[in-house]
């Protein structure tokens, strides 16, 4: 397609791209507490912690002060730990225990 302009220069235009506009993940804007913890796959208590050490943005909203969580800021903190987990190598992961449940961080010394 082409154009002229006021002066007489000619324009091309290229086909318009378009994007699909960004979605938010299904469910409710704000998650209770919870709720995250369900999604983390942790304890209510770890996610308390989060919201006050200020690793996860939260609101408190009505009259009794419940906390709420957005939907898009713990979507957010997942995408931190991973940009996070990216600058360390394998010598950084924990050894998994013999025998047992958990993990323990690899000796640096």
Known sequence: ???SDQQG???TYGPTVTTAPISSPPGPRFLTLDQVAEEL???RS???ALVRDRSLA???IGGRGQWRVERSRV???IAGLYRQAEKYGPEDLPV???GG???VPRDTR
């Open 1 to 3: 397609m082409h154009e």
């Open 9 to 11: 220069r000619r324009h």
């Open 41 to 43: 796959q942790v304890t």
């Open 46 to 48: 770890q996610v308390y």
């Open 58 to 60: 939260a609101v408190k």
């Open 75 to 77: 979507e957010d903190y």
């Open 96 to 98: 998994p225990v013999p």
């Open 101 to 103: 449940t958990g993990a």
